[in-house]
């Protein structure tokens, strides 16, 4: 901690009444974000997630890879691989197309699937935002598939497993296929752990299976309050997503998501909420609307039925997930190694071209996945 920075580990769980473990890491000096979020399904664990989480951005904000400013058609002419800008997520703001021509920083990673040398854009690894560091300002910045293990096998497949639950989002938000799963099916001891916590505190849940082609389980929920009770006020409309090998622990981490977004809002300390979304968290009027909607009725789905992928070691996971990528149609999947393990876990930026996210990011077009 004092080498990266890291000033305090706070226990925000009891400001609110779920009892849901959350921890936050300040980081005072941070380029990015000064307060990183942890969950957990004890306090310890939640400590350490929030600890990893603020290892990670820092790792990620004082990238030293060597990189090369060059545009991608003059890497690309030169016989040097390079992820194509038009396949990865953009500004909001920015042109679909274009960035071709357009010069660029950019650092060397290798490809899972070809094992080749792959160069990506400084901007899609670096969380440095200190006004100067930009150099290709059309492309999104964000932390998608940047993640840390206590190996890179194991960094490598949490960062999989973000970008296919970020990417899946993307793709079940804008379908309209429901798919909403009956929570009365679910048996795994852990979720139902969870599901008590909310039920216990009035708190509504529903959750739907996310899953995209990749195969790998993803899962959605959404929490609120029932709008007509007196202690609604301040906790909103929060919602949780995650990808794992197994449902139940798909499940679980989008239940822990949705309980930490809770107390992000209730803590007011993370500096990226800005106010705006506060007070949509406070907007009465679609806690109602929400609420009506989700109890509508309509089909629900046996969670039983959701595909589980046997567990083995990291590095079996990471081929596995890296193989589901490959049959839905993504040619690439570029990995950055942005910091070891001495001190600190490893830290990996895991980037896949053509893969959505996160929600509301925009991205060029690109070939259609199945």
């Given at each position: ?217 993803a899962v959605g929920c959404v929490v609120l309050p029932d709008p007509d009770e007196a202690e609604w006020f301040g906790t909103g409309v929060h919602d ?9 622990a798909a499940l679980a981490g989008a239940l822990q998501e949705a309980a930490q977004k809770r107390l992000t809002y209730i803590s007011g300390s993370r ?100």
């Amino acid at each position: 901690m004092p080498s990266a920075g890291v000033t305090r580990l706070a226990d925000v769980t009891g400001l609110d009444v779920l009892g849901i473990p959350v921890c936050l890491a300040v980081r005072p000096l941070a380029r990015s974000l000064a307060v990183s979020v942890g969950k957990g399904m004890d306090t310890a664990s939640a400590r350490t997630a929030a600890l990893m989480e603020s290892l990670e951005v820092r790792h990620a904000e004082n990238i030293d890879a060597a990189g090369q400013v060059a545009s991608f058609e003059e890497l690309t002419d030169n016989g040097i691989p390079a992820v194509d800008p038009e396949t990865l997520p953009l500004a909001l703001d920015a042109e679909p197309v274009g960035h071709r021509r357009r010069r660029a920083t950019w650092i060397p990673g290798s490809d899972v699937l070809s094992g080749g040398q792959v160069w990506v854009p400084l901007e899609v690894v670096s969380l440095d935002f200190r006004l100067d560091s930009l150099t290709a300002p059309w492309l999104a910045r964000n932390s998608n598939g940047l993640a840390s293990g206590n190996t890179r096998p194991e960094a490598m497949l949490h960062a999989l497993c973000e970008v296919i639950e970020r990417d899946a989002e993307w793709r079940w938000g804008t379908s309209d296929d429901e798919r909403r799963i009956a929570l009365d099916t679910v048996r795994d001891p852990g979720c139902r752990w969870l599901l008590d916590r909310f039920a216990a505190r009035g708190v509504y849940v529903a959750a739907w299976n996310s899953t995209s082609a990749a195969g790998l389980p993803a899962v959605g929920c959404v929490v609120l309050p029932d709008p007509d009770e007196a202690e609604w006020f301040g906790t909103g409309v929060h919602d949780g997503f995650c990808c794992r090998m197994e449902p139940a622990a798909a499940l679980a981490g989008a239940l822990q998501e949705a309980a930490q977004k809770r107390l992000t809002y209730i803590s007011g300390s993370r500096d990226d909420v800005t106010r705006e979304e506060m007070a949509r968290a406070h907007d009465i009027g679609l806690v109602r609307r929400v609420w009506t909607d989700l109890h509508r009725g309509g089909e629900r789905i046996d969670f039983a039925t959701l595909r589980s992928y046997p567990r083995g070691s990291a590095g079996s996971d990471v081929a596995v997930a890296a193989e589901a990528l490959r049959r839905a149609g993504f040619e690439r999947i570029v990995v950055v190694d942005v910091g070891g393990a001495d001190p600190g876990p490893w830290v990996v930026k895991v980037v896949v071209p053509g893969a959505y996210g996160p929600y509301g990011s925009a991205l060029a077009p690109v070939r259609p996945v199945a």
